[in-house]
């Protein structure tokens, strides 16, 4: 007996989830001989079909009970000609029949869609007699195993490919295929039971320009004529770069590249190196989970196998990448107290809130509106397959009506259709980044007692996430349960006051930091090591916690049980993540800081944003483009990995270069000037020895140097690093 349980997970920026295709497939698929035997009358379904239909009649294309219309006539009339091709011998008639797909072989072991040969179908453009032209018109027709072997198919489907002409809709197809089935194997299916669905079919016509699509590429044309004449001029005409022209500047690639490829090698107190290996391994994490999605859910010919590896421990790792964004969340907080703190310490306690709103939505939006332009304008015309568009992780026709939430950042409660559903993660940031003054100013004139509000605060958004979750019975182990996954996913996943977790935890140990600022924390051997052996076990609990409880499991978990892991988890990863940076900047980190801080780290962490917005696109690409079955197995995800993601981070350079550094770089010689006077230097810390600053110490964590910001090459990844945070607080010092 051959089990399955097709396992997809909402994973990383969308939601984690387990799921099956419905308890019955758990209990397998059983054949006996007279099942098998039936199902090889339709395992070469094209011969069968044209065997039994040399001469369709116009009642063979039409639903029972419906008029014919024009388009009936034309799909019969070009059924006419092909039948007539097959009897004469033509070529392209034979095409038609050699594209389509069978059952599979294999079926026992999983291979349950058979993509037939999609080029083939679509390249047929035959002219006929009577003036026309016949087009090839490819589908996929879901056969159910259930009707046609009994209870012995489960639930399952077995999609193989079929191919008609253009002019014939799916419902002519289904019509035709209907027959075929009862005449061969005497299956009668209902009237809600569809064989050809029209958003399976791909011909060779596509959909002319709109005028989004124009738009995007005159947006796109323009910043690359901008950036190529200015990098044109940078490189044969300007020998000094300091006579640059400043708006040449911020549009040179040949600029912007060395800004962005400008590596510290030597260690720097004034910034906390090792967030840029954080910020890269999170964003890896993030990338690797959602390939993951891909491969499993790509038409792979061993699909039962699927269930073993969802027994893994290593599918742990996969599923509960949700916590990535928990670090990026926990980075941002972190910042967000460390840099103004120390700003509001320089302003005595003033902060320019509307200027640090401004900056922020600048630096954000141009990345976000190219991005929903590249998703819902651009990528249907970048390429076609079998499956291009029909298994997007989103359908992007939602920005139709709903673009204008995911740029105002409220996406998550306004709506339950997003853009992009991957931009949550932005929209819970920027909400708590307009939130984060009123927790400055409570911190900053209270102190230790402003600190203990917000860790009541936090504890207490973790006592309503907890309630919530016993009282609608919430179950990521069971699916979702009492509201379903869906529900499971919007109110645990993408509203803020369920996420803000992480990113309250890196707001308090920012402020922790900013305390103990010029001050060295000796620890005895034994302390580092309880300090790391706590970290560790955290991140380990957090990840491995609900293994034992997973798919294919026989232990069961209360909805009390898991209410604590969820409320805890977000609590637990960001403090061991604390530890981490904490051991890092005070010295005790040994081979994880060497790893974390290392240089390699830092052009991926200011490519990160842009690498984050665009990694789903190369891989609805790259999966859409699929035109022939696949084998899952974790080497062969890895592949997949390493080319999707080589391809993400090409993207994000000319996004970056294009569309960030130029909107970066635009916006610091547009606004007023956000830095206070320089002041005189003070040698007292280079000569004093009593004064040396301890590597943690935050008031030497000054952002890079200030030419960067000229140059466009502040980094807006997620989240944002703390130079592009300190120059948009710092503008209270001016005003």
């Known amino acids: 007996m051959a089990k399955v349980s097709v396992v997809i997970l909402i994973f990383g920026l969308v939601v984690t989830r387990a799921l099956d295709f419905g308890p019955e497939l758990n209990q397998g698929i059983e054949l006996d001989a007279q099942d098998y035997q039936r199902l090889n009358k339709v395992r070469h379904l094209s011969e069968q079909f044209f065997s039994h239909y040399k001469n369709v009649t116009l009642d063979d294309l039409v639903p029972q009970g419906r008029l014919p219309t024009v388009s009936d006539l034309q799909c019969y009339a070009d059924f006419a000609q092909l039948t007539a091709g097959l009897t004469t011998g033509s070529l392209w008639a034979y095409r038609m029949i050699d594209s389509w797909g069978s059952i599979p072989s294999g079926i026992l072991k999983g291979h349950l869609k058979d993509l037939g040969h999609y080029d083939e179908c679509i390249d047929i453009e035959q002219s006929m007699a009577s003036g026309s032209t016949l087009l090839g018109k490819y589908c996929l027709a879901s056969l159910p195993l259930q009707q046609l072997l009994g209870n012995a198919g489960r639930m399952l489907n077995v999609q193989t490919a079929v191919c008609f002409p253009s002019s014939c809709s799916a419902t002519n197809m289904d019509t035709l295929l209907r027959r075929v089935l009862k005449q061969l194997v005497g299956l009668e299916l209902n009237a809600n039971q569809n064989l050809v669905s029209e958003n399976s079919c791909k011909t060779s016509e596509r959909e002319a320009y709109d005028g989004g699509t124009i738009a995007a590429i005159v947006i796109l044309s323009v910043f690359g004529g901008a950036v190529l004449l200015s990098t044109l001029y940078d490189y044969f005409v300007c020998e000094d770069q300091k006579k640059l022209p400043a708006l040449l500047k911020v549009f040179s690639a040949r600029a912007n590249s060395r800004s962005l490829f400008r590596i510290t090698t030597k260690p720097n107190p004034n910034m906390i190196e090792c967030l840029h290996g954080l910020r890269g391994m999170s964003l890896i994490w993030v990338c690797f989970g959602h390939d993951y999605i891909i491969g499993i859910t790509s038409p792979n010919i061993n699909l039962y196998e699927v269930y073993t590896w969802a027994k893994t421990p290593f599918m742990d790792v996969i599923k509960e990448g949700v916590f990535?964004?928990?670090?990026?969340?926990?980075?941002?907080?972190?910042?967000?107290?460390?840099?103004?703190?120390?700003?509001?310490?320089?302003?005595?306690?003033?902060?320019?809130?509307?200027?640090?709103?401004?900056?922020?939505?600048?630096?954000?939006?141009?990345?976000?509106?190219?991005?929903?332009?590249?998703?819902?304008?651009?990528?249907?015309?970048?390429?076609?397959?079998?499956?291009?568009?029909?298994?997007?992780?989103?359908?992007?026709?939602?920005?139709?009506?709903?673009?204008?939430?995911?740029?105002?950042?409220?996406?998550?409660?306004?709506?339950?259709?997003?853009?992009?559903?991957?931009?949550?993660?932005?929209?819970?940031?920027?909400?708590?980044?307009?939130?984060?003054?009123?927790?400055?100013?409570?911190?900053?004139?209270?102190?230790?007692?402003?600190?203990?509000?917000?860790?009541?605060?936090?504890?207490?958004?973790?006592?309503?996430?907890?309630?919530?979750?016993?009282?609608?019975?919430?179950?990521?182990?069971?699916?979702?349960?009492?509201?379903?996954?869906?529900?499971?996913?919007?109110?645990?996943?993408?509203?803020?006051?369920?996420?803000?977790?992480?990113?309250?935890?890196?707001?308090?140990?920012?402020?922790?930091?900013?305390?103990?600022?010029?001050?060295?924390?000796?620890?005895?051997?034994?302390?580092?090591?309880?300090?790391?052996?706590?970290?560790?076990?955290?991140?380990?609990?957090?990840?491995?916690?609900?293994?034992?409880?997973?798919?294919?499991?026989?232990?069961?978990?209360?909805?009390?049980?898991?209410?604590?892991?969820?409320?805890?988890?977000?609590?637990?990863?960001?403090?061991?993540?604390?530890?981490?940076?904490?051991?890092?900047?005070?010295?005790?980190?040994?081979?994880?800081?060497?790893?974390?801080?290392?240089?390699?780290?830092?052009?991926?962490?200011?490519?990160?944003?842009?690498?984050?917005?665009?990694?789903?696109?190369?891989?609805?690409?790259?999966?859409?483009?699929?035109?022939?079955?696949?084998?899952?197995?974790?080497?062969?995800?890895?592949?997949?990995?390493?080319?999707?993601?080589?391809?993400?981070?090409?993207?994000?350079?000319?996004?970056?270069?294009?569309?960030?550094?130029?909107?970066?770089?635009?916006?610091?010689?547009?606004?007023?000037?956000?830095?206070?006077?320089?002041?005189p230097k003070v040698q007292a810390a280079e000569t004093s020895p009593e004064i040396i600053p301890s590597p943690v110490d935050p008031e030497k964590q000054a952002p890079e140097s200030s030419a960067a910001a000229s140059d466009g090459a502040v980094a807006s990844a997620p989240p944002l690093d703390s130079k592009t945070q300190l120059q948009a607080i710092e503008g209270n010092e001016t005003s």
């Open 324 to 679: 990535a964004v928990d670090s990026f969340f926990f980075i941002s907080g972190l910042l967000v107290a460390m840099v103004a703190l120390r700003s509001m310490e320089k302003a005595k306690g003033k902060l320019n809130i509307p200027l640090m709103y401004l900056h922020r939505y600048l630096r954000l939006t141009p990345i976000v509106a190219i991005s929903i332009l590249l998703y819902w304008k651009i990528l249907p015309y970048l390429g076609d397959g079998p499956l291009y568009g029909n298994w997007n992780f989103d359908s992007y026709d939602r920005c139709e009506g709903n673009w204008y939430w995911t740029l105002l950042y409220i996406q998550n409660y306004a709506t339950d259709s997003e853009c992009l559903a991957h931009t949550w993660y932005l929209a819970i940031d920027m909400q708590l980044y307009i939130i984060a003054p009123i927790l400055l100013i409570v911190v900053y004139k209270w102190g230790k007692k402003g600190a203990a509000a917000v860790l009541l605060l936090l504890l207490g958004l973790a006592a309503y996430l907890f309630s919530i979750i016993v009282i609608n019975n919430y179950s990521l182990v069971g699916g979702g349960g009492g509201g379903g996954p869906d529900d499971y996913s919007e109110d645990l996943e993408h509203y803020t006051h369920n996420r803000a977790s992480g990113w309250l935890v890196g707001f308090l140990f920012g402020y922790f930091l900013h305390t103990i600022r010029g001050k060295t924390i000796k620890l005895s051997r034994p302390a580092v090591w309880v300090g790391w052996i706590t970290c560790l076990a955290l991140l380990f609990t957090c990840i491995f916690a609900m293994y034992p409880y997973g798919i294919g499991k026989t232990n069961t978990l209360s909805s009390v049980s898991e209410a604590f892991y969820v409320s805890l988890s977000r609590i637990a990863w960001p403090l061991g993540l604390s530890w981490v940076v904490f051991a890092c900047v005070q010295g005790y980190g040994g081979l994880a800081n060497s790893f974390l801080t290392s240089p390699l780290w830092q052009p991926l962490s200011k490519l990160s944003f842009c690498v984050y917005m665009g990694h789903l696109l190369i891989q609805n690409l790259n999966g859409g483009r699929t035109r022939v079955n696949t084998y899952f197995s974790n080497y062969d995800i890895m592949l997949r990995f390493w080319q999707d993601f080589g391809f993400s981070v090409l993207l994000a350079y000319v996004m970056y270069i294009l569309i960030e550094a130029p909107c970066g770089g635009l916006e610091s010689l547009i606004l007023p000037n956000r830095r206070p006077a320089p002041q």
